[in-house]
């Protein structure tokens, strides 16, 4: 049997994911421990879309903010790992070497767009 939805503990709950300290938490089980509840019953007693909704929110706002710092930042490591976070697979194979294989008959796109050949000439 599932416990009922304790109206009392969400509106609590949601009132604490709208302060500042409510905003870092991104985890179910860390809003339980917050609140001194066991994951399960935690879950039965506040057992509502908007609670997980608000947790993805946050989670994506950390990101979003992690990726600025390490994108816009001045450490080289972090601008490197940005870099990967939002590469596609052909700038990642790039970053790795492994097209550094490739024979011109295979045509590299980024050798196509930058024209080398053009710039070595001139």
């Not at 080289?76 to 939002?86: G, I, P, Q, R």
């Not at 596609?88 to 930058?114: F, M, Q, W």
């Amino acid at each position: 049997m599932t416990p009922k939805v304790d109206t009392r503990l969400l509106n609590k709950v949601l009132k604490y994911l709208d302060s500042p300290e409510g905003e870092k938490v991104t985890k179910i089980d860390h809003l339980a421990a917050i609140f001194n509840l066991p994951v399960d019953l935690f879950m039965g007693k506040c057992n509502d879309r908007r609670v997980l909704d608000k947790l993805k929110i946050h989670s994506a706002i950390i990101k979003a903010k992690m990726r600025d710092t390490w994108q816009f930042g001045r450490n080289a490591t972090l601008n490197l790992s940005a870099y990967k976070l939002l590469a596609d697979s052909d700038e990642i194979e790039r970053l790795n070497g492994e097209s550094a294989n490739k024979t011109l008959d295979k045509k590299d796109p980024l050798l196509e767009v930058l024209q080398p050949e053009k710039v070595w000439n001139e």
